[in-house]
């Protein structure tokens, strides 16, 4: 960063920061944020699939799911230790909620966080069945992919890279799905049961996106730790979930 630059300049024009001790108060609250829901939702996610590995209909569906499972946590210790180095405490972290715990099937919160951790507010949701976590990790998954074309471009260095190294295994992740959901829905039994589910889970995975015209998006834009708004995600989004969907039959 040029000595006759101020910082926000910087960021604002692309610039990048590679350590905590360059990173300004606001802007490391912004990045702890950031970093606290992607970990926390993570977590979320891996308990919630662990549940679903024993609705597996069979060995390969139980393989996938335990696969989704591990990486998840996986990937949530990639990015705790990027946040270790800000000096949260990892082992406290990572025990101080219930990952497992739910609100109630029919509850509707938006886009609240109502767990008392920074988890996106889908993964406040139970899973019910094996066509119900497999439609959730599907929309979920797509949803991760358009939101990783954000993550890793973030302006602070060492987490873009964590993110550039997750992003092709969740990816993987939604394709496992998709894998999932196209055997489902090559019964009348399973597209009926799988269309019940897209309905519960369609709009909560949509909540996730955020407000259309958000104003803390451009503070966000201005650190360089977001680039495109909420409702043109939810756009590229709503358009991959489409076309997928018509592909089968759904």
């Known amino acids: 960063m040029s000595d ?25 609250g912004e990045l702890m944020r950031l970093m606290s829901s992607f970990v926390d939702s993570e977590l979320a996610a891996s308990a919630g699939f662990a549940d679903s590995i024993n609705y597996a209909p069979a060995i390969k569906e139980r393989i996938a799911a335990s696969r989704i499972t591990m990486e998840k946590a996986d990937h949530a210790e990639r990015v705790l230790a990027v946040m270790e180095t800000f000096g949260t405490d990892a082992g406290r972290y990572q025990s101080q909620h219930d990952w497992a715990a739910r609100l109630d099937r029919d509850a509707d919160i938006g886009a609240a966080r109502r767990s008392g951790d920074m988890r996106l507010s889908v993964f406040n949701y139970p899973i019910d069945g094996w066509t119900d976590a497999v439609v959730m990790n599907v929309l979920q998954g ?109």
């Open 4 to 28: 006759t630059m101020n910082i926000d300049d910087y960021l604002a024009q692309g610039g990048v920061l590679t350590v905590p001790g360059n990173v300004p108060a606001r802007y490391r």
């Open 142 to 250: 797509l949803a991760t992919g358009v939101q990783m074309t954000e993550l890793t471009r973030v302006s602070y260095a060492p987490l873009a890279e964590v993110f550039r190294e997750i992003a092709p295994r969740e990816a993987r992740h939604a394709a496992l799905g998709l894998e999932g959901l196209e055997r489902i829905a090559a019964t009348p039994a399973g597209k009926a049961e799988g269309q019940r589910a897209l309905a519960y889970w369609r709009p909560r995975v949509a909540a996730t996106f955020g407000v259309a015209g958000s104003a803390r998006y451009d503070t966000l834009r201005k650190f360089g730790l977001r680039h495109t708004p909420n409702e043109t995600l939810l756009a590229r989004w709503d358009t991959l979930v489409t076309d997928h969907l018509a592909a089968l039959g759904l």
